[in-house]
């Protein structure tokens, strides 16, 4: 039997759910649920079996729903959630889980206390590279691990282009990598030490780096920024995990087509290129489908609390940003050239839908 669900939000995400659903055979797109016009307009025509609304409370009242993909911004997502328990809806959520921490930490309760199944989408954890690595430090290959390096610099998202309930770079989309870092130190932070600079002279830093120590005495240091050549003539990006344990390393790259990882064991060495995977939303969904027809939650699921810790330690981190020497290095001229080139690019890194 195909799993009933209501799409709340139908821009970049939402579509990118839309398509894997539909591809996957599992699901049946009962709703789709967006405010803008434009949106719902492509809804109709991607999804012409679904009913395309502009208000949400439709999907929560229809009983024959059983999820709700909560694919609109973080403002937006709490009430979503509240309903969603109260209707007694299983919730597949974007993050932020909410626009602020303690929300976000309502939601976490909430949904902990619900009977109901959830997720979040912190995609980096459903990646065929990362559950890769994961293996080979279980197998004791690298020895103990010790150090945790993570970068991810694109010519992405730029300050006023959207997501603005989502907060600056770091935030939105750095919290991945505070989860990641968290996810495999397998513990919570301890110590941090964050420097930016605001690019551009913009008021909030766009570039990040933070380091610091996990309880377990892992280190680590994460570096995250949309920063990365936004004027260039041909845009490139650099993005890796490099990990090192007592005796051996892993380490992954991509170019968001082909991810290479590179294993070098006590035992076993391996060069592994296989496709990126995107936003591995596949993956999500399947486990997710899997654990509403057996009714048993895939522990490969992130956790609504995952997502919370995760924002809350990158919201800390940009706060400790602020708290040290920031300086300010370009003019916001170059920012309105860099949003000016954004708008007029078919195809670029993190680009909003028109
Ligand atoms: N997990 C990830 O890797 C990842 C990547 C990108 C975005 N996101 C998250 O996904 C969410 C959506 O991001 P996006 O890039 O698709 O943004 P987007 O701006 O492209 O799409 C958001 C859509 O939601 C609609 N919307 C806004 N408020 C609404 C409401 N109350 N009800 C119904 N529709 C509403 C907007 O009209 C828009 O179509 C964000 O919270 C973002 O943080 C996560």
Redesign the pocket.
Known sequence: MRIKVGL?????????YLKEMQKSGRWDVLYI????AD?RELAKRLSPESKII?N?QAIFEDERVQVVGL???????KE?IEKAIQSGKHIIS???VADTIDKEWEVVDLTENGENLST?????RNSWYHQAIRQFIAQGEIGELAILRICHMTPGLAPGE??E??GPAFH??GM?YVDLARWYAGCEYKTWHAQGINMWNYKEPWWIQCHGTFQNGIVFDITQGFVYGQLSKDQTHNSYVDIIGTKGIARMTHDFKTAVVDLHGVHHTHHIEKPFGD?NIDVLCDLFADSVQTGIRNPQLPLIRDSAVASEYAWEFLRDAHTHDLPAIGELKILEQIRERRKNMKNGY?L??K
């Not at 694919?71 to 997502?77: I, K």
């Open positions: 709340i939000g139908f821009g970049r995400m939402g579509r990118c649920c967006d405010v803008d949106s502009e949400e694919f609109a911004l973080a403002d937006s997502r979503q974007e993050k932020p979040v989408n912190l995609y980096l959207g997501h309930y989502e939105d989309c991945h936003k993190g909003l839908p």
